[in-house]
């Protein structure tokens, strides 16, 4: 079966720092995947997502990027964090078109 | 524009009773799924239902149906006999293709309140 890791589950950065938050898959090959950022109480904002490996496409301009440097990882990075990038980032993977998406269990970034 | 539009921020519902979310959305697809997530305050998202676009019945899961209007481009969810641990936000989502990649939007979300 198909699982996804997804870490930290928790995170707190001061501003300015960089980041780098983690996501794989195991159980497939090729699967399309997905960073979204949510905040609290809000819908889900899609921030990336890429169809194969070295191939990102980015959703939303900010200071935020992506990276796919294996088949079934995907990378969230920052040079440096500001405030507005605290939220709650889930990571998804779909085998192909009309598929449902499988999300992580997140990571609950916050800035200081 | 492709949009996927939850109209109901939030919803209450008694337990054991029935509640309905809306789900409106607009895809140029000729052929989709749809899809209902459900979020508990643990925040992971879990697949509820999906809805394949070219079949004429309804998606059930237990509890959980669909009323699925095509021309109307109309998804809502129904729970049927509602429990406790019901209570969370729903997302509805929808695919949409843009630059020739498709892709998933979802809703601003429902939150469900289940009140004993």
């Known amino acids: 079966s198909q699982t996804i890791h997804q870490w930290p589950a928790t995170l707190v950065q001061p501003v300015g720092s960089p980041l780098s938050l983690e996501c794989t898959v195991e159980?497939?090959?090729?699967?399309?995947l997905y960073w979204y950022r949510q905040a609290a109480g809000r819908g889900l904002q899609l921030l990336f997502y890429?169809?194969?490996?070295?191939?990102i496409s980015s959703e939303v301009p900010q200071n935020l990027s992506a990276s796919r440097p294996q088949d079934r990882q995907f990378i969230l990075s920052s040079k440096k964090l500001l405030l507005s990038d605290s939220g709650f980032y889930l990571c998804?993977?779909?085998?192909?078109?009309?598929?449902?998406?499988?999300f992580g269990d997140g990571t609950r970034l916050s800035i200081l | 524009a492709q949009t996927v539009t939850q109209s109901q921020p939030e919803m209450s519902v008694q337990e054991a009773e029935t509640v309905t979310l809306s789900c409106t959305y607009d895809t140029s697809e000729s052929d989709y799924y749809l899809f209902w997530y459900k979020q508990p305050p643990s925040r992971q998202m879990i697949l509820v239902i999906r809805q394949e676009a070219y079949k004429q019945q309804n998606a059930t899961e237990n509890r959980f149906s669909v009323n699925f209007q095509k021309a109307a481009k109309s998804f809502s969810l129904k729970i049927s006999d509602s429990q406790l641990g019901d209570a969370a936000m729903y997302f509805c989502a929808a695919p949409v293709t843009q630059g020739g990649s498709e892709k998933l939007v979802f809703g601003k979300g429902t939150k469900l309140t289940v009140n004993p």
């Open positions: 159980g497939t090959s090729n699967p399309n």
């Open positions: 890429s169809v194969g490996i070295g191939q």
């Open positions: 998804a993977w779909r085998r192909s078109f009309n598929q449902p998406q499988h």
